[in-house]
T-cell receptor, first 110, second 114 residues
Framework: AQRVTQPEKLLSVFKGAPVELKCNYS??????LFWYVQYSRQRLQLLLR??SRESIKGFTADLNKGETSFHLKKPFAQEEDSAMYYC????????????FGQGTTLQVKP | KAGVTQTPRYLIKTRGQQVTLSCSPI?????VSWYQQTPGQGLQFLFE???????NKGNFPGRFSGRQFSNSRSEMNVSTLELGDSALYLC?????????????FGPGTRLTVL
């Protein structure tokens, strides 16, 4: 079965602290992994995808195929990072079908 | 480029009625995917259209249907509405040329079924 699991519903950290949002997946094949973010009252938007290997707004994510994980990390959290974060995957044969995790709310306290 | 637009933004219907939601993709994008977002089930894939053809379908009953026009605009229809259909319906567009293209989301249509 194809599944994305984000074990934390809420992650609360202080400004300047490191952040790691966990994402584990189940997929028999080579999926493409994404992180989407939804800021308050804004639409869902792409943060990064593993194939691009970019760092966006200081966030990075490494695909670990052995552990089937794609955790999102940032060394120093900022208050403007407070948002809902969704991990998602898409399979090779499942055109247009993103499978989302349940999402993690990141709360960065001043 | 203008982003993905969805109309209407809010809808209130009663059980048994039907509803049509509209999505205009980013110019040049030929694929439109639809998702249902609820607090309990999260984001779930409904279907995807590319060049007026349904290419993929999620696990929703036949009451949920869609179509795509030659200008890539898409509509989804829900017939015989049930209370459980209350949700935020999101559409997303991509070029569609690669199945793994990044999808760009619209603001959603909030459907409330009374």
């Amino acid at each position: 079965a194809q599944r994305v699991t984000q074990p934390e519903k809420l992650l609360s950290v202080f400004k300047g602290a490191p952040v790691e949002l966990k994402c584990n997946y189940s997929y028999s094949g080579s999926p493409e992994l994404f992180w989407y973010v939804q800021y308050s009252r804004q639409r869902l938007q792409l943060l990064l995808r593993h194939i691009s290997r970019e760092s966006i707004k200081g966030f990075t994510a490494d695909l670990n195929k052995g552990e089937t994980s794609f955790h999102l990390k940032k060394p120093f959290a900022q208050e403007e990072d407070s948002a809902m974060y969704y991990c998602a995957l898409i399979g090779a044969s499942n055109t247009g079908k993103l499978i989302f995790g349940q999402g993690t709310t990141l709360q960065v306290k001043p | 480029k203008a982003g993905v637009t969805q109309t209407p933004r809010y809808l209130i219907k009663t059980r048994g009625q039907q509803v049509t939601l509209s999505c205009s993709p980013i110019s040049g994008h030929r694929s439109v995917s639809w998702y249902q977002q609820t607090p309990g089930q999260g984001l779930q894939f409904l279907f995807e259209y590319f060049s007026e053809t349904q290419r993929n379908k999620g696990n929703f009953p036949g009451r949920f249907s869609g179509r795509q026009f030659s200008n890539s605009r898409s509509e989804m229809n829900v017939s015989t509405l049930e209370l459980g259909d209350s949700a935020l319906y999101l559409c997303a567009s991509s070029s569609g040329l690669n199945p793994r293209d990044t999808q760009y989301f619209g603001p959603g249509t909030r459907l409330t079924v009374l």
